[in-house]
């Protein structure tokens, strides 16, 4: 399966200017290996990426984005009603393999997500917050595993969190947090820092993610009017880290 192609078509018009990351990089001297990406003038400082890397610790994977603003400082308006509800994210796209994390081998494109919605929760396990209510803080920077594919309903070769068709019974992580699609609510704690976010996430098999490429990516997706198929669409693609989604990065590099 081509994981790269459904990717490449979402940043048709991106006109980022990337490479592999250079120790010299001028604006953010402190971040080396991965990606590094020219930050752009015209880009919301709060999703400009302009460092991404995943880099391994024993069994924890550490998803890194660093952006040119203060990242997460910017979170979706309420819209009171989840049909058209928008959702921001950080995301780095994969080639791990989704059966590494509880879906069925194949599945689509795995990537591992850090989101914020204030319109509907879905982290049902975990009350970040802390006010006792597991059902009101998806405003709050959380973590999620997608499962995206190309859907043109989505628009013209745009890409989505693949749906779970009535009365299918796909594999799916016991963290699967109920909601009719391959999404996963493991509960790792997104940590911000100024410019950068970090996530460190563990694997029963880290070479599954040290043989990985990977991407970054920062985007709004929506949730359907009509909330039917497509269910969650991405929309808006801000910044690619690599400027045409070549998922050039490697881990450890």
């Known amino acids: ?17 990337a ?11 402190a971040h080396s290996g991965g990606i590094a990406s020219a930050a752009k003038a015209d880009a919301a400082p709060a999703f400009d990426i302009v460092h991404t ?9 550490v998803f890194h ?14 819209v009171g009603k989840l049909a058209g509800s928008t959702v921001f994210s950080y995301v780095w796209p994969t080639t791990i393999d989704p ?17 914020s919605h204030p319109d509907f929760d879905d982290t049902p396990l975990y009350d970040e917050n802390g006010d006792g209510d597991l059902a009101n803080d998806g405003d709050l920077w959380h973590s999620h595993w997608v499962v995206l594919k ?12 693949v749906d779970i068709a009535p009365g299918a019974k796909p594999k799916l ?10 999404i996963d609510s493991p509960g790792y704690s997104p940590v911000f820092n100024g410019e950068s976010l970090e996530v460190r996430v563990p694997f029963d098999d880290i070479g599954a993610v040290q043989a990985a490429g990977f991407d970054g990516v920062t985007a709004a997706l929506r949730v359907n009017a009509s909330v039917h198929d497509p269910l969650l669409c991405v929309v808006d693609v801000f910044k690619v880290a690599s400027g045409n989604l070549t998922l050039a990065g490697k881990v450890n590099r």
Do not use: E, Y
């Not at 399966?1 to 200017?17: F, G, S, Y």
């Not at 490479?19 to 001028?26: Q, T, V």
């Not at 890397?53 to 994977?61: C, H, P, R, S, V």
């Open 53 to 61: 890397k995943i880099t391994t610790q024993g069994n924890l994977a």
């Open 173 to 182: 992580p016991k963290t699967w947090p109920g909601l009719p699609l391959l």
């Open 150 to 161: 190309q859907d043109d309903a989505c628009g013209k070769g745009a890409l989505k969190v």
């Open 19 to 29: 490479a592999l990351a250079d120790p010299g990089h001028a604006a953010h001297r």
């Open 1 to 17: 399966m081509n994981l790269v192609k459904p990717l490449a078509v979402l940043i048709l018009a991106a006109t980022t200017c």
């Open 65 to 78: 984005i660093a952006v040119a603003g203060k990242a997460g400082a910017s979170r979706p308006s309420k």
């Open 99 to 115: 059966s590494a994390v509880g879906f069925d081998q194949g599945a689509g494109i795995l990537a591992f997500a850090v989101t």
